[in-house]
């Protein structure tokens, strides 16, 4: 999955306002519509979790989740452009879904670009279902794109 990369294996961490710095860099990257620095570290606290996935002191990518209840929202999955296609995302959804399962978690919601193939691939491989569109949602070069809203139910 990740081997490739090397000389060290990856690991996670728990992403903080204290060490967010390269990973809202790897944000502003990956959106059209970046939040603010503010916004970022809001989404640091609880209700919200996040885990940032390292190697050789280099981010490869970091999740945003936001809990309520026995629900999960991933609030933010992005995996920087040198290391996107090695299995980064994949790795980043497994260990959300992991940390769900632990705490007892029955759904995972998310929003995605209907043009984001590659992502729409490996939320469905993960087992999420399209559960409604959201027409006109996201800002884009072209004027405004749809939402897809899926769900994983784990329990």
Not at 90 to 116: A, D, F, G, P, Y
Request: charged residues 20%; glycine residues 8%.
């Amino acid at each position: 999955m990740l081997d490739d990369l090397n000389p060290m294996q990856p690991h996670f961490s728990h992403l903080t306002a204290q060490n967010c710095g390269p990973y809202y860099e790897l944000h502003k990257q990956g959106q059209f519509s970046p939040w603010t620095r503010r916004i970022f570290e809001d989404c640091l606290t609880k209700p919200y979790f996040a885990y940032s996935l390292d190697q050789d002191n280099q981010p490869l990518g970091y999740y945003i989740g936001m809990q309520v209840l026995d629900e999960v929202t991933l609030m933010d999955i992005v995996v920087g452009s040198t290391h996107r296609g090695k299995g980064v995302g994949r790795t980043l959804l497994s260990h959300l879904m992991e940390h769900c399962h632990q705490n007892k978690i029955q759904q995972i919601w998310l929003e995605v670009r209907e043009s984001n193939s590659v992502a729409i691939s490996l939320y469905e491989n993960a087992g999420f279902m399209l559960v409604e569109q959201r027409m006109n949602y996201y800002p884009s070069k072209k004027g405004k794109e749809d939402a897809l809203i899926m769900c994983c139910y784990l329990g």
